[in-house]
């Protein structure tokens, strides 16, 4: 396919000149991993190092500099901080919530975002408003930073709707749950915006098990030739169901962009600050012609991979003991504490809005009124098709049998 690409034509600097992502080289790696790998035949070495996160806030809360980094939150208000904490308890609110609902029976299914608030809210917090978000089925916290009601993202999970917003409405494309197919459609996307001359970019979420896709490669690939105005920003949370990462790459994932020749950056996923920080840079990088960004948030899928998965079948609970102390919520709030930024009246007053959300989320689902049952018989050909038409029918008579046996006894 050829595409004749403005951007193709710019000047590009060459990819990873002055980006921090060169100074980012491996990861610290979970116990569980580490045996995962070992498992696998790993040697220790094969990274070339352990791999070092883009961090702004350690665990404790304590904020650390960052020449690169820092000047991209350095106008940061109290009154923003503050934001960003409300941003991630009333997103794992809501996300609780639909967890339970989905255990009452009111929901088929859940993904759970636990433990991913930060990559997820100071990544859209990046985001500008006329930028395009593709996401996977899990990015329930950047869906509330681009505005989407919370509840919307409910309908389809309880089955009575095909997606449940207008993506046009916020620049929030549907829920994607074909793994990866998102980074494609990120990526033509933003081959138009530069055709349409707009400033805007565009930014692909997807997770560890997704960047092994071939879409993927796919994505990268055009994104980088058509020096497209694209973040990848992949959320490593350690799994792709109960296939830990060690197991799905030999090399730290950030490292896949330089074969494709744009900059790679690890950036702790559990610091809001950093991840806010980390993506307006790539995001400027878009918006000055500067081509594709992969930001690998290294982070952790505190719960199970949905509703039907079950994680004691395949993981300890030392890993996730050891996360949950570097629980993004908590390591801002310990911040905005240490600086005086929030006293326990704020604090009282988000816990008293998180709970009337989840009692909105709660009467909003189970009010969802049932589809009409012939509605998957419409929109799958623009002008209607005999074998849609038979097992139309079909169905008809199936419910129709229900009918009959009402009335036979
Ligand atoms: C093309 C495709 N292959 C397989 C699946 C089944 N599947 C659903 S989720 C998943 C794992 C995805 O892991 P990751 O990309 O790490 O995202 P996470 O669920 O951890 O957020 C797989 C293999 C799918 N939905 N689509
Ligand atoms: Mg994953």
């Known amino acids: 396919m050829t595409v004749e690409s403005t951007a193709a034509r710019k000047p590009r600097r060459s990819a990873g000149t002055k980006s921090a992502a060169s100074a980012s080289t491996t990861g610290t790696k979970s116990a569980a991993s580490r045996r995962a790998g070992a498992a696998a035949g790993k040697s220790p070495g094969a990274t070339g190092g352990e791999p070092q996160l883009v961090q702004l806030l350690t665990p404790e809360g304590k904020r650390v500099k960052d020449a690169t980094y820092d000047p991209y939150v350095a106008d940061i208000t109290p009154d923003e901080l503050r934001g960003l904490y409300r941003d991630m308890v009333l997103s794992r609110r809501f996300d609780a919530e639909a967890t339970s609902l989905q255990r009452q029976g009111e929901l088929g299914l859940w993904a759970s975002m636990l433990g991913q608030e930060a990559a997820q809210i100071g990544s859209g917090r990046a985001t500008r408003a006329d930028d395009y978000v593709f996401p996977t089925y899990r990015e329930h916290g950047v869906a509330w930073c681009r505005g989407v009601d919370p509840t919307n993202l409910l309908g389809m999970f309880r089955g009575v709707n095909n997606g449940g917003w207008d993506p046009n409405g916020n620049n929030f494309h549907l829920y994607t749950i074909v793994i990866g197919s998102q980074a494609l459609h990120a990526t033509g996307y933003a081959m138009g915006v530069t055709k349409d001359g707009a400033d805007s970019a565009v ?151 998180s709970e009337a959300l989840g009692k909105r989320v709660r009467d909003v689902v189970r009010a969802m009124p049932d589809p009409d049952h012939f509605a998957i018989f419409e929109n799958v050909y623009a002008d209607g098709h005999a074998l849609v038409d038979e097992e139309r029918a079909q169905f008809a008579a199936y419910q129709a049998s229900f009918a009959d046996a009402v009335e036979g006894k």
């Open 203 to 353: 930014i692909a979420y997807f997770g560890d098990g997704a960047s092994s896709q071939g879409d993927v490669m796919e994505a990268f690939n055009f994104g980088a030739v058509y020096n497209a105005p694209v973040v990848f920003f992949c959320q490593n949370n350690q799994w792709a169901i109960s296939e830990p990462t060690e197991r799905q790459m030999r090399v730290p994932l950030y490292q896949r962009a330089q074969g494709f020749g744009f900059p790679g950056i690890r950036v702790d996923g559990n610091d809001v600050l950093a991840c806010l920080a980390v993506t307006k840079w790539a995001l400027e990088r878009a918006r000055n012609g500067e081509g594709p960004t992969l930001v690998e948030a290294y982070t952790y899928r505190m719960g199970a991979h949905t509703t039907s998965d079950d994680p004691t079948r395949y993981r300890g609970d030392d890993e996730r003991a050891a996360w949950e102390a570097k629980d993004p919520i908590l390591r801002l709030r310990a911040h905005l504490e240490a600086a005086n930024h929030a006293d326990e009246s704020f604090f009282a007053e988000l816990e008293a809005e």
